[in-house]
């Protein structure tokens, strides 16, 4: 299976494959309530996080477009309020409503300052998401997704860390040998969080 590099002009197809693979994922059921209105809005946001890890890191996807695999590198694992506004997330408050934005704000300012907390000034790769279109699951296209980055790391020596706010990811992650670093819920939120690192072999 051929993985590729993500194309500025693809980034629209890319974020529609996130957008399938994430509808139910409990951290987007959570900023966007209203499943029509997550249908709606969702390809667009995550069209601008590809935007930031394109612009910053890396996107990869399969010659089928049925998977996609967003990175950042060590040196640039945060992407800073300016950055998100560049690259298209300004309309946000608009686009979430008031209420939910403030919300996303509180998950999004707590699930950063855990990702440092955990890394501290420690270099590694961040795995900002991996997504598998639901009518591909199970073919082994978010392995062949993860192996390039895998290697990469084994070849600089440094770690790799994530976070994932669906249980049923853990297994997953631990398979591709990652361990379970930190858990709990977002404070003032009935959202959990889970943090994995992988070290290099």
């Known amino acids: 299976m051929e993985i590729i590099r993500v194309e500025k002009t693809q980034l629209r197809r890319a ?20 499943p029509i209105k997550r249908a ?9 996080a590809l935007t930031c890890a394109y612009r910053y890191g890396e996107v990869h996807t399969t ?7 967003f990175t950042l590198p060590p040196g640039h694992t945060k992407i800073s309020i300016w950055e998100y506004i560049q690259n298209g997330f300004f309309a946000t408050p608009l686009v979430l409503g008031f209420r939910h934005y403030l ?3 509180d998950c999004e300012t707590f699930v950063e300052k855990v990702h440092e907390r ?14 598998v279109h639901p009518d591909h699951k199970r073919k082994g296209i978010g392995t062949a997704l993860l192996k ?10 440094l770690p790799i860390y994530l976070e994932t706010h669906d249980e049923n990811n853990i297994d997953y992650y631990k398979r591709a040998g990652f361990s379970l670093i930190h858990y709990q819920f977002i404070p003032n939120h009935a959202l959990p ?3 994995m690192v992988r070290e290099p072999a």
């Open 63 to 69: 010659t089928g477009f049925e998977g996609v695999m």
């Open 40 to 48: 709606r809005y969702l390809p667009w946001y995550l069209r601008n």
């Open 148 to 157: 390039p980055l895998l290697e990469k790391a084994d070849s600089t020596k």
């Open 15 to 34: 974020a529609e494959v996130v957008a399938a693979s994430f509808h139910n994922y409990p951290m987007f059921t959570f900023y966007f309530p209203d």
């Open 103 to 105: 919300r996303s704000m």
């Open 118 to 131: 955990i890394m501290r000034d420690r270099p590694h790769h961040y795995l900002w998401g991996l997504a």
């Open 193 to 195: 969080i889970w943090c």
